[in-house]
């Protein structure tokens, strides 16, 4: 056999491969790999693949403690047979450990959801969120690329709003200019970039999602609005005096996460890959959502004073909405703290260089991908208000009956 021929059965024998493997997945179903499945995302995500028939496999980071409430109602036992959710001990920081996971599962799709998230630690952990937020990008990249797997896999980026930072434009949409105002931001302005470079010089199926903020009852408990939503929930069940928080006008355009999970979904499905802003076109400050959260249980909370000295105090509660959503028992003891003050400013929340305001325009989105959101802020803290309060109901009965209750302050 001559050299050309060889190379030439070489060719046809991975083109047929390639066409077996194509629709053995087609009838398998498909591949899915998250990192970042412990997560808020992830955790929807997960459910959301597993609906549609993929078999999903997530990288996990080994933690002192279980660390994966958020996927216990998908979790199955690893000695059953055909998982449809596999987990793997890894690390965004490990090139070798996402390489060897890659290229032992050969994913359809890769969805790179892990990260530090936290802006505000950002700034107490700039080295290690470079690494996990910006080379994590690259390690997965690189590992796609070095197992020949590019015209297999497509990668989705979790990119953020953050990029806009100090915004050059409103409403930001996908050809506004960068301008991070955070350790964090600048690290996943390197992912963004990394990943539209990969796309460019070896014609990747990668994309990015640049996604505002989106929140949910499993959103982590320090982020602004879930400490709000926990926060509420304990003062109106009097197991918590008042709430400090941080800067209270800068303004989020805040979507539900079971909204942009989809899109995440929607743009890798598309035959070419793109960039993609997913908001919802809409921006509250940080104290109309605190009085929106008191106002979805009845009670009126009205700010005065500014900067550090601002305060929100109790001026009015709607007996009947207070008692549909909490029940009679409570509101005897709530009443008598009208006139009192349950929110005031702690400077220590706020960030050497804040995001002030941000509001998308997913135009592209919602033309090309067919993607609407179906959650408006009320109903998405009715959905956070709701949970959090059953949860918090479910630590006032075992504090009554004498069991020990954490206290998570931060
Ligand atoms: P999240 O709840 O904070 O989840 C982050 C996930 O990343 C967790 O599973 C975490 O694991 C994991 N992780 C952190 N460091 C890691 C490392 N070194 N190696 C492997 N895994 C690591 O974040 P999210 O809200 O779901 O956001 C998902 C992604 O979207 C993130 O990349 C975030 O930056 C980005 N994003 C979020 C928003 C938003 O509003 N939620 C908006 C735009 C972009 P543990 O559970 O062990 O901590
Ligand atoms: O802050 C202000 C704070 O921490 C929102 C991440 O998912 O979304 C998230 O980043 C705003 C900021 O989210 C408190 O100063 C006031 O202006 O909920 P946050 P974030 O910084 O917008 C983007 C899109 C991401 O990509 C990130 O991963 O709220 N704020 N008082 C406070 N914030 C916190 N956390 N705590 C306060 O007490």
Same mark, same amino acid.
């Given at each position: 056999?001559?050299?050309?021929?060889?190379?030439?059965?070489?060719?046809?024998?991975?083109?047929?491969?390639?066409?077996?493997?194509?629709?053995?997945?087609?009838?398998?179903?498909?591949?899915?790999?998250?990192?970042?499945?412990?997560?808020?995302?992830?955790?929807?995500?997960?459910?959301?693949?597993?609906?549609?028939?993929?078999?999903?496999?997530?990288?996990?980071?080994?933690?002192?403690?279980?660390?994966?409430?958020?996927?216990?109602?998908?979790?199955?036992?690893?000695?059953?047979?055909?998982?449809?959710?596999?987990?793997?001990?890894?690390?965004?920081?490990?090139?070798?450990?996402?390489?060897?996971?890659?290229?032992?599962?050969?994913?359809?799709?890769?969805?790179?959801?892990?990260?530090?998230?936290?802006?505000?630690?950002?700034?107490?952990?700039?080295?290690?969120?470079?690494?996990?937020?910006?080379?994590?990008?690259?390690?997965?990249?690189? &590992?796609?690329? *070095?197992?020949?797997?590019? #015209? !297999?896999?497509?990668? $989705?980026?979790? @990119? =953020?709003?953050?990029?806009?930072?100090?915004?050059?434009?409103?409403?930001?949409?996908?050809?506004?200019?960068?301008?991070?105002?955070?350790?964090?931001?600048?690290?996943?302005?390197?992912?963004?970039?990394?990943?539209?470079?990969?796309?460019?010089?070896?014609?990747?199926?990668?994309?990015?999602?640049?996604?505002?903020?989106?929140?949910?009852?499993?959103?982590?408990?320090?982020?602004?609005?879930?400490?709000?939503?926990?926060?509420?929930?304990?003062?109106?069940?009097?197991?918590?005096?008042?709430?400090?928080?941080?800067?209270?006008?800068?303004?989020?355009?805040?979507?539900?996460?079971?909204?942009?999970?989809? &899109?995440?979904? *929607?743009?890798?499905?598309? #035959? !070419?890959?793109?960039? $993609?802003?997913? @908001? =919802?076109?809409?921006?509250?400050?940080?104290?109309?959502?605190?009085?929106?959260?008191?106002?979805?249980?009845?009670?009126?909370?009205?700010?005065?004073?500014?900067?550090?000295?601002?305060?929100?105090?109790?001026?009015?509660?709607?007996?009947?909405?207070?008692?549909?959503?909490?029940?009679?028992?409570?509101?005897?003891?709530?009443?008598?703290?009208?006139?009192?003050?349950?929110?005031?400013?702690?400077?220590?929340?706020?960030?050497?260089?804040?995001?002030?305001?941000?509001?998308?325009?997913?135009?592209?989105?919602?033309?090309?991908?067919?993607?609407?959101?179906?959650?408006?802020?009320?109903?998405?803290?009715?959905?956070?208000?709701?949970?959090?309060?059953?949860?918090?109901?479910?630590?006032?009965?075992?504090?009554?009956?004498?069991?020990?209750?954490?206290?998570?302050?931060?």
């Amino acid at each position: 056999m001559t050299i050309d021929n060889h190379f030439a059965y070489k060719f046809i024998i991975n083109y047929q491969l390639s066409i077996i493997n194509c629709q053995l997945s087609k009838i398998m179903g498909k591949v899915a790999l998250i990192t970042g499945i412990t997560g808020q995302d992830g955790a929807y995500m997960a459910e959301y693949l597993i609906k549609k028939g993929y078999t999903v496999h997530g990288i996990k980071r080994r933690a002192s403690l279980f660390n994966t409430d958020r996927i216990d109602h998908l979790y199955q036992d690893p000695h059953v047979e055909n998982r449809n959710l596999i987990l793997h001990y890894g690390d965004l920081t490990d090139s070798m450990n996402l390489t060897g996971i890659i290229g032992e599962i050969k994913p359809d799709e890769i969805y790179n959801l892990a990260a530090m998230s936290h802006v505000k630690v950002s700034f107490d952990t700039p080295e290690y969120t470079a690494n996990v937020d910006g080379l994590g990008t690259l390690r997965i990249l690189e &590992a796609v690329r *070095l197992l020949g797997l590019v #015209d !297999k896999t497509r990668i $989705y980026q979790a @990119s =953020t709003s953050e990029l806009y930072g100090l915004v050059q434009e409103v409403p930001q949409k996908e050809t506004t200019p960068f301008y991070p105002r955070s350790p964090y931001a600048v690290a996943k302005l390197y992912a963004y970039w990394i990943t539209v470079n990969y796309r460019e010089a070896y014609g990747m199926h990668a994309s990015n999602g640049i996604l505002f903020n989106h929140e949910s009852p499993l959103r982590g408990e320090t982020f602004v609005t879930r400490k709000v939503t926990r926060a509420v929930s304990r003062i109106v069940l009097g197991m918590q005096k008042d709430v400090y928080m941080g800067n209270l006008s800068s303004k989020r355009d805040w979507g539900h996460a079971k909204d942009y999970i989809k &899109a995440m979904y *929607l743009i890798l499905q598309q #035959d !070419k890959p793109d960039d $993609y802003v997913i @908001s =919802t076109g809409i921006t509250t400050s940080i104290r109309d959502f605190i009085a929106m959260a008191f106002e979805e249980i009845g009670v009126t909370v009205d700010f005065t004073g500014e900067g550090i000295n601002e305060i929100g105090t109790i001026v009015a509660v709607d007996k009947k909405v207070f008692n549909k959503k909490l029940g009679d028992h409570y509101y005897e003891s709530f009443q008598k703290r009208m006139g009192e003050v349950v929110v005031k400013v702690d400077p220590q929340y706020f960030r050497p260089t804040e995001v002030d305001l941000l509001i998308g325009d997913s135009t592209k989105a919602r033309e090309r991908l067919k993607w609407q959101p179906y959650y408006t802020l009320p109903l998405l803290i009715r959905d956070m208000m709701d949970s959090d309060i059953k949860e918090m109901k479910k630590e006032a009965y075992l504090k009554e009956g004498g069991y020990k209750v954490l206290n998570y302050f931060e």
